[in-house]
């Protein structure tokens, strides 16, 4: 008798820029399992035909990158509290013949502040968060379940109008305009907006009135301190880089697809970090 190897992998247009791989590999070695993990490039033109047709393609699920999330939220016939909430998909695998969607950012997003900065949600309170894209919906959603009330901020007011209708009561909408005002009340600070991203030459984000007990995160990682990052430790706030959410959200998939639920050690982080050439 023959064991089927599971084979997964990472959707995304482009994909090449991918780090998930080196984490499923990690996982697998250190838990000796037979498996694989690729990095699979799928246009936009091609998304529905590829994901009604995964078992076919021999896949026991994958995870979803940009473009591609609101397309695997619709193609999932099963999906998770999380998912359902915030109206993408990250992780597809199947329960039997069912496909199955979760979104798995909101807490990889929880986790990352959870190991990195201990008992940052025990008082909760405003948290501004900056953006109103699909990475912003996952963070807001994961504000509001520990007990924050969120402002989102966004360039393009329309966008962050659209996101508070969407979370009700617990998040209201702002102009990039009003950051000044909201940031003396900011017990936490969450950039979600491509600002800062390396290759982006943008303008800076002013922190004056943050309270220097504020915590400050950013969900890029590329570089892993950003210039926000590096202003606001410059002031004294705690800072946490988002290369955690990245680790943590990949968990759950392993899960599912290898059976095994792995651990974020600081062996895996230092792997990506050398990968990314950055010296901690
Ligand atoms: P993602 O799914 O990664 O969140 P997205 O949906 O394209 O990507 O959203 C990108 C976010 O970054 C948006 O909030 C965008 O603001 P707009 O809604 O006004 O476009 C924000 N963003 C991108 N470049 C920006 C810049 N130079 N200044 C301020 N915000 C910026």
Redesign the pocket.
């Known amino acids: 008798m023959t064991t089927r190897i599971p084979h997964a992998g990472v959707i995304g247009w482009p994909i090449s820029q991918s780090r998930s791989p080196l984490i499923h590999r990690y996982w697998l070695r250190q838990h000796d399992l037979a498996g694989s993990y690729e990095r699979i490039p799928v246009a936009p033109a091609d998304i529905v035909p590829f994901l009604s047709t995964l078992r076919q393609q021999d896949l026991v699920g994958c995870n979803v990158t940009?473009p591609h999330k609101e397309a695997a939220f619709a193609a999932a016939r099963r999906l998770d509290p999380v998912a359902k909430a915030v109206g993408a998909v990250n992780t597809l695998w199947f329960d039997g013949d069912t496909l199955c969607g979760g979104n798995t950012d909101a807490p990889g997003f929880l986790a990352n502040l959870d190991q990195r900065a201990p008992g940052w949600s025990h008082a909760s309170g405003r948290a501004v968060v900056l953006?109103?894209?699909?990475?912003?919906r996952a963070v807001i959603w994961a504000l509001i379940d520990r007990g924050f009330k969120v402002a989102i901020v966004?360039?393009?007011l329309a966008?962050a109008e659209d996101l508070a209708s969407r979370f009700g009561a617990d998040s209201t909408a702002h102009a990039?305009a009003d950051l000044g005002a909201l940031l003396p009340a900011a017990r936490l600070l969450v950039n979600?907006?491509?600002?800062g991203m390396a290759g982006k030459d943008?303008g800076e984000i002013d922190l004056t009135g943050l309270p220097i007990d504020a915590l400050v995160t950013d969900i890029v990682y590329v570089p892993l301190i950003t210039p926000l990052l590096a202003a606001a430790r410059a002031r004294g706030n705690r800072i946490v880089d988002g290369l955690g959410m990245l680790l943590h959200q990949a968990a759950p998939g392993f899960e599912h697809w290898f059976g095994v639920r792995p651990s974020v050690t600081a062996e895996l982080r230092q792997l990506i970090l050398a990968d990314l050439g950055v010296v901690e």
Request: proline share 0%; net charge positive; charged share 20%.
């Open positions: 940009v953006g109103a894209g699909g990475a912003a966004n360039r393009t966008r990039w979600t907006t491509s600002l943008d």
